[in-house]
């Protein structure tokens, strides 16, 4: 089992809604930033958000801006994906990425960044 593990995912129609989950199999673990990516079949893996989790900021690719928010619960640790106004283009596998606590992230959106990754969850939006 990884350290990160992603849930949430599913099939919607256009203009559906889903939220992501990124949750630390050690609840205690807490990754300085937290990244989504997603991959596409036959396509390269692209950055969509990520959040440093110390102060909420909070990055995101310009193909989902004012559609996605990604936000965190300190409580458990976890980072949600909102995804409103989906679109077929947005189907992909969807990867959430940490690293660790003291790990310095300088480029959020950048897959190089980060150590730890999930399996992924399927997100299929369909026309």
């Known amino acids: 089992q990884g350290l990160l593990k992603e849930s949430g995912g599913g099939s919607v129609q256009a203009g559906g809604s889903l939220r992501l989950s990124c949750t630390p199999s050690v609840s205690t673990f807490i990754s300085n930033c937290v990244g989504w990516f997603r991959q596409a079949p036959g396509k390269e893996r692209e950055a969509v958000a990520a959040?440093?989790?110390?102060?909420?900021?909070?990055f995101y690719a310009d193909s989902v801006k004012g559609r996605f928010t990604i936000s965190q619960d300190k409580t458990t640790n976890t980072v949600y994906l909102q995804m409103n106004s989906l679109k077929p283009e947005d189907t992909a596998m969807y990867f959430c990425?940490?690293?660790?606590?003291?790990?310095?992230?300088?480029?959020?959106?950048?897959?190089?960044?980060?150590?730890?990754w999930g399996q992924g969850t399927q997100v299929t939006v369909s026309s």
């Open positions: 959040i440093y989790t110390g102060n909420d900021r909070s």
């Open positions: 990425a940490g690293d660790y606590p003291d790990t310095v992230v300088t480029n959020p959106l950048g897959s190089d960044e980060y150590n730890f």
